[in-house]
């Protein structure tokens, strides 16, 4: 009997050190995600291909290997912050259109202008799931 009571405090005393490991662990986990709050955008590096529509896509496809530089930099709001409520994700509040540059070199030099929306605020947004 004396065997038993041995393994069960053994036993729970395990449960409870893990249970405070665990809590150590998720407070820990929760203090770094808040750091990151859904407010302000940051820079990504996006490509001309990823950026234009369809349309301009197909107009552009034979000058793209020419382009220069492949991408630009832009302002998202995507994956930079987290949102207290399961079903809202880091979404754009307000956006900028910006013009950006680019060099096509192949016969001959020519420099296109493309308009892009550049994130300037966030904010959580609550998105569907199907």
Do not use: W
Request: net charge neutral; glycine share 2%; proline share 5%.
């Amino acid at each position: 009997m004396l065997d038993l009571r041995v393994t069960v405090i053994i036993f729970v005393t395990v449960l409870m050190c893990k249970s405070q490991n665990f809590m150590e662990e998720f407070t820990e986990h929760k203090q770094r995600v808040a750091k990151f709050v859904c407010d302000e955008p940051i820079p990504k590096v996006l490509y001309l291909q990823e950026l234009l529509t369809r349309q301009k896509l197909k107009e552009y496809e034979i000058y793209l290997p020419f382009m220069r530089p492949l991408a630009t930099i832009l302002h998202r709001c995507e994956g930079t912050g987290s949102c207290d409520t399961y079903n809202e994700r880091c979404r754009p509040y307000h956006e900028a259109k910006v013009k950006v540059v680019f060099i096509i070199k192949n016969n001959e030099t020519r420099y296109e202008t493309f308009e892009f929306q550049n994130h300037t605020k966030c904010t959580c947004e609550p998105v569907g799931y199907n």
